[in-house]
């Protein structure tokens, strides 16, 4: 079958490099510091006579949810490199020949970096809950591991990881140059969505808007967010499901894009 064949050889490509791994490392170290860090500072809050800034149950879910809310970029980024490397070098020669349809490679290149996002938010989930876990249980307080709300929040969390890895497949086709791709993606998710978050809390229509930008999806699709705590906007916040739909919607849109003009061009 095409399909499998395409995933095969997009599976080949992505663990052939050392761009997965390099990600994946820096990934962990990033996300681990987070989650420790803020879990200390918790813990510390909580030993004082004033009481901890929030109730104790709500904590460990605020500390592992940076596994998506900081951890996102880097599957977004490995999707996007994923497509432009292959502008860039011109793989997709060789790759169209082989698979002259080219719908087929392109599906199989979602499915592949679907996954792959999924394992990146598998080890995202390890640094965030190992960290966040051991210094909460430290201070003396419940790390929540054998609640089944956890493992709720651990599927989506790897549903909202696997997606973004697939917005990233959408960005890059729809934009081929790797330079463009990566400063997308970084100012994107570190400067423009951030201050358009924070200013759309100021009235409620705002808020009502800005409730359907990607990180604020990926939040309500997660359940829990630092950023979420910090604005205090949970109340105008999508359900799960609606914010696993807005992603979903926006990997379509940019992947159907991309496909109609860049990925049909002449590659060679």
Same mark, same amino acid.
Request: hydrophobic share 55%.
């Given at each position: 079958?095409?399909?499998?064949?395409?995933?095969? +050889?997009?599976?080949?490509?992505?663990?052939? @490099?050392?761009?997965?791994?390099?990600?994946?490392?820096?990934?962990? =170290?990033?996300? $681990?510091?987070?989650? =420790?860090? !803020?879990?200390?500072?918790?813990?510390?809050?909580?030993?004082?006579?004033?009481?901890?800034?929030?109730?104790?149950?709500?904590?460990?879910?605020?500390?592992?949810?940076?596994?998506? +809310?900081?951890?996102?970029?880097?599957?977004?980024?490995?999707?996007?490199?994923?497509?432009?490397?292959?502008?860039?070098?011109?793989?997709?020669?060789?790759?169209?020949?082989?698979?002259?349809?080219?719908?087929?490679?392109? @599906?199989?290149?979602?499915?592949? !970096?679907?996954?792959?996002?999924?394992?990146?938010? %598998?080890? *995202?989930?390890?640094?965030?809950?190992?960290?966040?876990?051991? %210094?909460?249980?430290?201070?003396?307080?419940?790390?929540?591991?054998?609640?089944? $709300?956890?493992?709720?929040? %651990?599927?989506? &969390?790897?549903?909202?990881?696997?997606?973004?890895?697939?917005?990233?497949?959408?960005? =890059?086709?729809?934009?081929?140059?790797?330079?463009?791709?990566?400063?997308?993606?970084?100012?994107?998710?570190?400067? %423009?969505?951030?201050?358009?978050?924070?200013?759309?809390?100021?009235?409620?229509?705002?808020?009502?808007?800005?409730?359907?930008?990607?990180?604020?999806?990926?939040?309500?699709?997660?359940? +829990?967010?630092?950023?979420?705590?910090? +604005?205090?906007?949970?109340?105008?916040?999508?359900?799960?499901?609606?914010?696993?739909?807005?992603? *979903?919607?926006?990997?379509?849109? @940019?992947?159907?894009?991309?496909?109609?003009? &860049?990925?049909?061009?002449?590659?060679?």
């Amino acid at each position: 079958m095409s399909l499998v064949r395409a995933v095969r +050889s997009e599976t080949t490509k992505i663990t052939s @490099t050392r761009l997965w791994w390099v990600l994946a490392l820096i990934m962990v =170290g990033y996300v $681990g510091l987070c989650a =420790g860090g !803020l879990g200390a500072i918790f813990g510390g809050l909580g030993t004082n006579t004033n009481g901890p800034v929030l109730p104790d149950a709500q904590i460990p879910l605020l500390i592992y949810s940076f596994a998506t +809310s900081v951890g996102y970029v880097f599957p977004v980024l490995f999707g996007a490199l994923a497509v432009t490397s292959e502008f860039r070098f011109q793989s997709l020669t060789p790759t169209f020949l082989a698979i002259p349809r080219r719908g087929v490679v392109l @599906t199989g290149k979602l499915i592949t !970096l679907f996954l792959a996002g999924a394992g990146f938010g %598998v080890l *995202a989930l390890l640094a965030s809950m190992g960290a966040g876990a051991a %210094v909460l249980a430290g201070f003396g307080i419940d790390p929540l591991l054998g609640d089944p $709300g956890t493992w709720a929040f %651990v599927g989506r &969390s790897l549903l909202a990881m696997a997606l973004w890895a697939a917005i990233g497949v959408g960005l =890059g086709t729809l934009v081929p140059s790797q330079v463009a791709a990566i400063v997308i993606v970084l100012a994107f998710t570190q400067f %423009v969505e951030p201050l358009l978050r924070l200013g759309s809390t100021i009235t409620d229509w705002s808020a009502q808007i800005g409730q359907f930008l990607p990180g604020s999806a990926s939040d309500a699709l997660v359940g +829990s967010s630092i950023y979420t705590a910090m +604005s205090g906007t949970a109340g105008v916040a999508l359900e799960w499901w609606q914010g696993g739909l807005v992603l *979903a919607a926006i990997a379509a849109v @940019t992947t159907l894009i991309g496909f109609a003009t &860049s990925w049909r061009r002449d590659v060679s």
